[in-house]
């Protein structure tokens, strides 16, 4: 990656290019790039002398010796006007007086600039100028006299450096205890690609001094970094919402494949020539889990877990849509490894009156991206409407796989109903009366056919409402009573869940174990209603 840089930057230094942008943070890291490509005649045919300047320092030669009056912008161009040797003049402060954060241009910078992009051009010794900014913004009439330089974020090798130079300080004075095998030291260094070094440095040191030991559930705290970053970007959403697979009730077939893959972008994993996952697009009747199976592969993994809003993509001027998008994985591949997450991913990409082609461009280029892409960033899209899917979204290449999610079986439902019952019964005020055992669970589990993991919940929710408002504990009255009164949308939308298992039964893998199905595994994709089979093909993991 700075290997990348310095080679592009010795080929604009060699071709005399008068004047570059590098857009960065880290001025103290793009300055010792620059000063070691500056000075290795191997890269430039010249070697050249580094002069910066700073609004406090001014300008300052290579000897260190700061020229007296060169604060100001425009006295220090006209200095630089005057270089009269091989040199590269980094400066950093400048942007202010090109309009950043909605403050005017100011003229003279401007046009001083652009007299010194025809010198340094035209000019006997080759001299280069390097505006070193924390934002891009340029005025427009400088859009062709200014080359922008992309300078890449830390590698995994530099944060790996850091985080065994911290370890190495710290451990050696006896109050912080490390306990981190090699895989784990690879797990923290993968953690913080996407920050600075000084970022991650500051993460790492959190995680020491948080409670005296540094080890795996430290993680977190880097990935409390990374919310900052992608926080600041207002298009996607660091998710903080931990919830275990074992939270999940079923989808013992899906939770078995994503176990599998635990680990996949792992250098040993790599060494293993097994590529890093790419996602899964989950489909099915809503209410069964897909969202909540999203949540809970990140918190299994120890992965980040970011949600793309595709509303916000589309929101804001005319033209920019395709822009939001490019910015979006940008942040994603940056804070890699990580999990992205599109909810009802059918209808972020629908378009509609006045589109004028833009749904299409950018969920073009999101089609792009996901076949080519290379950093881990694993992608779980949801989808409720699976007539509204794109065929070129399903096709392999895309997704590693297309899971379906069917209305929950009789062992599944007993499952669902333990989780939420059990979740409710820790409050001492809600327990008293109701013992859950296997037979209060094979009861609630046969009355509930047809119901949705979503509608199991709002029963208890429902019976929870009856049980306050008398002031008691919850009682199994209270459950049967709920379940009596709920309408289960497999009643409601009997046609269209008929049709959802019609589609699925050779376009997907059932998310549902073979065991747990209420039927022989041979009669999947029945369409008998509450209760029948299940769509997708039969397969093991």
Not at 219 to 241: A, N, P, T, W
């Amino acid at each position: 990656m700075v290997g990348a840089f310095r080679d592009t930057l010795s080929q604009l230094l060699k071709a005399r290019v008068p004047v570059l942008q590098v857009c960065s943070y880290e001025e103290q890291r793009v300055l010792g790039e620059i000063a070691a490509v500056a000075h290795d005649v191997a890269l430039v045919r010249t070697p050249r002398g580094v002069w910066t300047w700073s609004a406090t320092r001014g300008l300052v030669p290579p000897d260190g010796n700061r020229r007296q009056g060169t604060t100001d912008p425009v006295a220090a161009l006209d200095a630089a006007l005057r270089i009269d040797e091989p040199a590269l003049l980094v400066m950093s402060d400048l942007h202010p007086a090109f309009g950043a954060g909605g403050r005017p241009a100011d003229p003279g910078v401007v046009r001083r600039l652009r007299e010194l992009a025809v010198a340094y051009r035209s000019g006997p010794v080759p001299r280069t100028l390097v505006l070193l900014s924390p934002v891009p913004d340029l005025p427009v009439e400088l859009a062709k006299d200014v080359t922008v330089v992309d300078f890449p974020l830390p590698t995994e090798p530099e944060i790996r450096a850091v985080l065994d130079g911290i370890i190495v300080a710290n451990a050696a004075t006896g109050r912080i205890r490390i306990d981190l095998d090699e895989r784990g030291r690879e797990r923290f260094a993968k953690a913080a690609l996407g920050l600075t070094l000084h970022e991650a440095e500051n993460a790492f040191a959190r995680a020491m001094v948080d409670d005296g030991v540094l080890n795996a559930s430290d993680l977190r705290l880097v990935h409390e970094e990374k919310r900052q970053v992608v926080r600041r970007s207002g298009l996607l959403e660091f998710l903080d919402d931990p919830v275990a697979l074992a939270d999940v009730g079923g989808l013992e077939n899906l939770k078995r494949w994503l176990a599998k893959r635990d680990g996949a972008w792992l250098a040993e994993a790599a060494a293993y020539g097994l590529p890093a996952p790419r996602g899964v697009l989950i489909t099915g009747v809503p209410g069964c889990g897909k969202s909540l199976t999203a949540k809970a592969v990140a918190a299994a993994w120890g992965l980040p877990l970011l949600r793309l809003d595709i509303g916000k993509v589309f929101a804001g001027l005319v033209g920019s849509s395709e822009q939001n998008m490019r910015e979006a994985i940008r942040i994603a591949e940056a804070t890699a490894p990580c999990v992205l997450w599109l909810d009802e991913i059918e209808k972020g990409f629908a378009g509609g009156p006045g589109d004028s082609g833009t749904s299409a461009r950018v969920f073009g280029s999101f089609l792009t991206w996901m076949q080519e892409k290379t950093r881990p960033v694993f992608v779980i899209a949801t989808a409720n409407d699976f007539a509204a899917l794109p065929p070129e979204l399903l096709r392999k290449g895309r997704f590693d796989e297309i899971f379906f999610v069917d209305l929950p079986t009789r062992a599944e439902r007993a499952s669902i109903w333990s989780l939420h019952v059990a979740r409710r019964l820790r409050h001492p005020a809600v327990a008293g009366e109701l013992t859950v055992d296997s037979g209060l669970l094979t009861e609630l589990a046969g009355l509930s056919d047809g119901y949705s993991g979503a509608e199991i919940e709002q029963a208890v929710v429902a019976g929870l409402v009856d049980a306050y408002a008398e002031r008691r504990p919850l009682r199994r009255d209270d459950l049967l009573r709920a379940l009596v009164n709920m309408v289960p949308l497999s009643v409601t939308q009997a046609e269209r869940i008929a049709a959802v298992r019609s589609w699925a039964e050779h376009r997907a893998v059932a998310a549902t174990a073979a065991e747990d199905w209420d039927l022989d595994p041979r009669q999947a994709g029945g369409p008998g209603l509450p209760g029948g089979g299940h769509g997708g093909r039969a397969v093991e993991f």
